[in-house]
């Protein structure tokens, strides 16, 4: 089993930014990559951003190119987004993703092991 744990959401005015990270624990595989995915209100999940564990690898929506960035960090088995310029649009439940094959994807069903999520609310 793998466990992911989010932190770092809240409240920020649009314009602001957010880090939010996502501790990694449990099984490892030998090459796995991660996820970050949203889903607002009355929203379908959407993909966010994805980064593949141990190569340098990343994936990133149109929606959020150039304002988020994906990266991990091996040696705290976290993963991190960054988020700059956020728009009230960005409001919505943030979750990481893990997946056991080491190529970075947008599809929710290839991920095999989820975190709770964290808030994320840009005020306008």
């Known amino acids: 089993q793998v466990q992911l744990v989010e932190s770092g959401g809240g409240l920020v005015q649009a314009g602001g930014s957010l880090r939010l990270s996502c501790l990694v624990s449990?099984?490892?595989?030998?090459?796995?990559?991660m996820g970050w995915f949203r889903q607002a209100p009355g929203k379908e999940r959407e993909f966010v951003a994805a980064?593949?564990?141990?190569?340098?690898?990343?994936l990133y929506a149109d929606s959020v190119k150039g304002r988020f960035t994906i990266s991990r960090d091996l040696g705290k088995n976290t993963v991190y987004l960054q988020m700059n310029s956020l728009k009230p649009e960005d409001t919505a439940v943030y979750s990481c993703?893990?997946?056991?094959?080491?190529?970075?994807?947008?599809?929710?069903?290839?991920?095999?092991?989820w975190g709770q999520g964290t808030q994320v609310t840009v005020s306008s």
């Open positions: 993703a893990a997946r056991g094959a080491w190529r970075p994807v947008s599809l929710s069903s290839e991920y095999h092991y």
């Open positions: 449990g099984r490892a595989f030998s090459s796995y990559s």
């Open positions: 980064v593949s564990w141990r190569v340098d690898s990343t």
